[in-house]
């Protein structure tokens, strides 16, 4: 079973829609969460982290679940620019080296 | 500017014959690591190193070599390239006990 699974998507809205990325877990000593974003054929770039307690950043909200091992992310007022792939990650308590786990990643594309 | 460095950015090369991707960090960062991308399989870990003369593998390390001489690069070596390689390769590093992962611009490496 992978460490992270993410719908893969593709998501195709309007803009100004609301849109939900869900991610799940494998490992419940998961320790820290985070959203990545990728542009066609860039790199990844840190997004938001995700906590406990939930968190937003403007238009973007990130949720946990730790009880389900869920990770989600709400994006409203969906913009032209918002259009990218979005990458869920997982740290593990005690991964060696401190490895990060990346889902597969969900296709988001936002129409005008 | 704080950035991680790849090169070349774009190879096409022959099975067999021997490459290098170099990457490098200007961060002082303890922690870098390997990545390759495909269609579907999302990021793959290679490789990862903690520190100079550190190393390990990641989930997918067959055919690949790297090495860590000093703290700021981090070469992918590919001793005798097959087209199973063919891939969009990412180099990343991190500073320890910290989370976000710094990637550089990626590496398109097809092999005929």
């Known amino acids: 079973r992978k460490e992270v699974e993410q719908d893969p998507g593709p998501f195709n809205v309007p803009e100004g829609a609301t849109v939900a990325f869900n991610c799940t877990y494998s490992?419940?000593?998961?320790?820290?969460f985070f959203w990545y974003r990728q542009d066609c054929r860039k790199e990844p770039k840190l997004l938001m982290s995700?906590?406990?307690s939930g968190n937003e950043d403007g238009r973007f909200t990130a949720q946990l679940n730790r009880a389900s091992q869920y990770i989600s992310l709400l994006i409203r007022d969906s913009k032209l620019s918002d259009s990218a792939t979005y990458l869920c990650?997982?740290?593990?308590?005690?991964?060696?080296?401190?490895?990060?786990?990346f889902g597969r990643g969900t296709q988001l594309t936002v129409w005008p | 500017e704080a950035q991680v460095t790849q090169n070349p950015r774009y190879l096409i090369t022959v099975t067999g014959k021997k490459l290098t991707v170099t990457c490098s960090q200007n961060?002082?960062?303890?922690?870098m690591s390997w990545y390759r991308q495909d269609p579907g399989l999302g990021l793959r870990q290679i490789y990862y190193s903690m520190n100079v003369e550190v190393t390990d593998k990641g989930d997918v390390p067959e055919g690949y070599k790297v090495s860590r001489k000093e703290k700021r690069n981090f070469p992918l070596i590919l001793e005798s390239p097959s087209p199973n390689q063919t891939s969009l390769y990412f180099c990343?590093?991190?500073?320890?006990?910290?989370?976000?992962?710094?990637f550089g611009p990626g590496t398109r490496l097809t092999v005929l």
């Open positions: 490992n419940s000593a998961s320790q820290s």
């Open positions: 990650v997982v740290k593990n308590r005690g991964s060696t080296l401190g490895r990060l786990y």
């Open positions: 995700v906590y406990s």
């Open positions: 961060m002082n960062h303890e922690y």
């Open positions: 990343a590093s991190r500073l320890a006990g910290t989370d976000t992962q710094y």
